[in-house]
């Protein structure tokens, strides 16, 4: 679970394949569908939500900007990519089940 700069609930329905939005009093507001299968969730202070998927097969991260639910990128390559966090300098940290491994990911400019 994560939560955006409004604060909204963002939570990994990994069984249903999708991201759930809640406000803070537990009401429903909506879904993210086209990030693949969420396994683990980071957000950045612009409400960027990046989204591990650990799925045999589509292994990867996918990420959305929360205020459109356009996808803006996705990175594949990875070996059971479960958790995720980005740090104040845009560096994503990917840890890998399968992989035995943590993935760090930097914007070249």
Do not use: C, W
């Amino acid at each position: 679970m994560v939560m955006d700069s409004r604060g909204r609930l963002y939570v990994a329905n990994r069984g249903n394949k999708r991201v759930e939005i809640f406000d803070q009093r537990g009401t429903y507001l909506g879904q993210i569908t086209n990030a693949a299968t969420p396994y683990g969730l980071a957000i950045t202070s612009d409400d960027v939500i990046y989204v591990a998927d650990g799925t045999a097969g589509s292994e990867g991260l996918t990420v959305v900007n929360t205020r459109n639910g356009n996808v803006l990128s996705h990175i594949v390559g990875m070996t059971g990519a479960h958790m995720v966090t980005v740090d104040r300098r845009g560096a994503i940290y990917v840890a890998e089940v399968r992989g035995r491994a943590v993935e760090k990911f930097v914007r070249v400019r």
